[in-house]
């Protein structure tokens, strides 16, 4: 483990590349000759090195506050030896990037300091302004009875059922007359065969007599009426289990949807309570790694991503992301990005904590990789995301050789293993 690893872990904007998980990001990279080595971002306020590297004006200053070199060629270096960049300043403002959204009609063209702005806000972001479809939205809890709103959260609910009980009371009496009229109906029906019955045939009395005062019948016509008491008795049953099939066939319906919904719910939640009530520790197994490494290696446009996971069961979510490092070939990039949740708008922000990784090492233990990172509360990646995955992670650039992963015992049966460990800061 390198031990300055806790102290160099950093914001990193996911690009828009193809993903092997979820959650693409919104923006690529910037040119070499416009990104600070350490952020990886356009250059913000660029200032020059005495030794000729450039830097974000605020990145390169809180370096130097902690160190005295300079983070590329490790050159002594101080706030003295930093002099603006206003030519590469100038050259940054000249450039337009289309919006990521121009698919869905937005025509921007900003410059690239103001794009993540753009992107936060773009009313043509589908994913983050205009309405989700209704299975991601929460349904009215009176929608059996014809309410057909559909909120995005918890708390636009208990509004709209505050705000529309008379409209409820309505549909509630509707649907109760609706369902007695069905009664009545059915009932009609019944009745309807039933009286269909009796007057197809007068029942003969115990004496194999007709109920009314009639005069002995014949042989042949005693054999007739009680054949028609026969008929008549077995429509009767007929009608009676075609009755009852139809209320049977109503009843193992409504069953069949019980079952079905009981089990999808039942599913979802064996799936859940792991991620949910997991107190920040989660253990990340990638199966098939092997092939998905060459992947990674091949195309940097693809990336992997972790389950969602929780801090604490209502607290703050987060997942992890490992694809190809964008500044060293051969290696892996790791990053940690905060999710959306149910819960947000009763958490603190922006998240305060540590992260602790661990690169498992099933072969040799010993040689297992332990980082850890202090959060940042100055990072747009730890304040409250607006969509499902904020855009920025953190965390390595350059985490670990891919060669390193494959021969020196980190993969056993093809699965790597990565612990991730969430601990939320309680104290000031």
Not at 251 to 274: A, C, D, M, V, Y
Not at 316 to 324: D, G, P, Q, S, W
Not at 347 to 372: A, C, E, Y
Request: hydrophobic share 35%.
């Amino acid at each position: 483990m390198d031990a300055s690893r806790a102290s160099t872990a950093e914001e990193n904007l996911a690009p828009s590349f193809s993903s092997m998980g979820t959650n693409d990001g919104v923006t690529g990279q910037p040119p070499s000759q416009y990104e600070c080595p350490i952020c990886l971002n356009w250059l913000q306020e660029p200032v020059v090195t005495s030794c000729g590297h450039r830097f974000c004006s605020s990145c390169i200053t809180a370096w130097l506050q902690q160190r005295s070199h300079c983070p590329v060629d490790n050159v002594n270096l101080s706030v003295s030896d930093l002099f603006p960049d206003n030519f590469t300043r100038r050259e940054i403002l000249q450039h337009r990037l289309t919006c990521p959204f121009a698919a869905n009609g937005c025509n921007m063209q900003l410059g690239p300091l103001e794009l993540d702005n753009h992107v936060a806000n773009c009313k043509f972001n589908k994913a983050l302004l205009t309405p989700s479809p209704k299975s991601s939205k929460i349904s009215c809890s009176f929608k059996d009875v014809g309410c057909k709103v559909y909120l995005k959260n918890e708390e636009m609910l208990s509004d709209h059922l505050e705000s529309h009980v008379q409209t409820h009371m309505n549909l509630l009496m509707a649907a109760y007359s609706k369902l007695n009229m069905d009664k009545e109906v059915d009932n009609a029906c019944a009745n309807s065969k039933n009286h269909e019955a009796m007057a197809l045939w007068e029942p003969p009395d115990k004496q194999g007599q007709s109920s009314s005062n009639r005069e002995p019948q014949s042989p042949i016509e005693e054999q007739t009426l009680s054949l028609q008491a026969l008929i008549r008795a077995l429509y009767e049953r007929v009608v009676i289990l075609e009755q009852r099939n139809h209320e049977q066939d109503i009843t193992i319906g409504n069953l069949s949807r019980l079952i079905s919904s009981t089990t999808n719910g039942h599913r979802q939640l064996i799936k859940e309570l792991p991620l949910r009530f997991c107190f920040g520790t989660h253990i990340w197994k990638i199966e098939n790694f092997t092939s998905k490494l060459d992947i990674l290696l091949k195309d940097p446009a693809k990336m992997i991503y972790s389950e969602g996971f929780y801090a604490s069961p209502n607290g703050y979510k987060f997942c992890a992301r490992l694809n190809a490092s964008p500044v060293q070939s051969k290696h892996l990039a790791f990053h940690i990005h905060v999710m959306k949740s149910n819960n947000d708008y009763c958490l603190d922000w922006p998240f305060k904590g540590r992260i602790t990784i661990m690169l498992v090492n099933p072969t040799f233990p010993q040689l297992s990789q332990k980082d850890t990172m202090i959060t940042r509360p100055d990072l747009v990646a730890f304040q409250r995301p607006t969509t499902d995955m904020s855009t920025r992670g953190f965390g390595f650039t350059t985490y670990i050789s891919a060669e390193d992963v494959k021969f020196k015992g980190f993969v056993l049966s093809d699965c790597l293993i990565i612990q991730i460990k969430i601990q939320q800061m309680l104290i000031e």
